[in-house]
């Protein structure tokens, strides 16, 4: 009898293992249109909601990475086009969080606006991940997002570009890099916030998902 719990223990640790590698991440963009004040809510209890991440590049025009984790849009309409309310990052600069935790995440959210005439909504970066606390990072597959973002036929307009976790793809999740790549319009974005959304794994998913790993690594040997 025990010999068979155990083998069905396995059998579905195995199952949640091979679901973590067949999940992917869901990526939604969205155009606020022609208005520019369209009012994103954006969010003031997230995970990373008032930390300072560590900006590795540069931040430009006066802009700040402390403006990501806000937990505000803009703060008044009048200063959509200012990037003192913004971070505009350089080509290839990265922003590091560490969550203090181990997290199992359920979205990301990333928000951008320009001003009239700026052509600074558009979007392009990468997810980098981490699981051990350590300074590696694994880059999350997205896909070609980044070509919707920047064939929006208005450009002068709010953006924001959610990314659902809809499996297993990103649990356990310590550290978090985002990359700020060129959007190929010749103008850096102005991002205003963005929100991680996630929760602590349960013990019993925890002692799941190692027993699983245990029963994969000895059946390698």
């Given at each position: 009898?025990?010999?068979?719990?155990?083998?069905?223990?396995?059998?579905?640790?195995?199952?949640?293992?091979?679901?973590?590698?067949?999940?992917?991440?869901?990526?939604?963009?969205?155009?606020?249109?022609?208005?520019?004040?369209?009012?994103?809510?954006?969010?003031?209890?997230?995970?990373?909601?008032?930390?300072?991440?560590?900006?590795?590049?540069?931040?430009?025009?006066?802009?700040?990475?402390?403006?990501?984790?806000?937990?505000?849009?803009?703060?008044?309409?009048?200063?959509?086009?200012?990037?003192?309310?913004?971070?505009?990052?350089?080509?290839?600069?990265?922003?590091?969080?560490?969550?203090?935790?181990?997290?199992?995440?359920?979205?990301?959210?990333?928000?951008?606006?320009?001003?009239?005439?700026?052509t600074r909504s558009q979007q392009n970066w990468t997810i980098g991940y981490n699981t051990d606390g350590g300074a590696s990072f694994t880059t999350l597959n997205l896909g070609s997002w980044m070509t919707d973002v920047n064939n929006i036929s208005n450009q002068n307009t709010s953006v924001k570009v959610s990314v659902a976790f809809t499996g297993a793809e990103m649990q356990g999740i310590q550290k978090l890099q985002f990359t700020f790549l060129d959007t190929g319009v010749g103008a850096e974005t102005m991002y205003r916030e963005v929100d991680v959304f996630g929760a602590v794994p349960e013990p019993a998913s925890l002692a799941l998902l190692g027993l699983g790993a245990m029963a994969l690594l000895r059946r390698r040997r």
């Open positions: 009898m025990k010999t068979n719990q155990a083998v069905s223990i396995v059998a579905v640790c195995a199952g949640v293992l091979l679901s973590m590698a067949s999940n992917a991440a869901v990526v939604t963009v969205e155009n606020g249109g022609a208005n520019v004040y369209y009012p994103y809510t954006v969010s003031s209890t997230d995970l990373i909601n008032g930390m300072t991440g560590t900006l590795a590049g540069s931040a430009l025009y006066g802009s700040s990475a402390v403006k990501m984790t806000d937990g505000i849009f803009f703060e008044v309409p009048s200063d959509r086009g200012n990037t003192a309310y913004t971070l505009t990052p350089a080509n290839n600069s990265t922003l590091t969080y560490t969550l203090g935790a181990a997290y199992n995440l359920s979205s990301i959210a990333f928000y951008s606006a320009s001003g009239s005439g700026q």
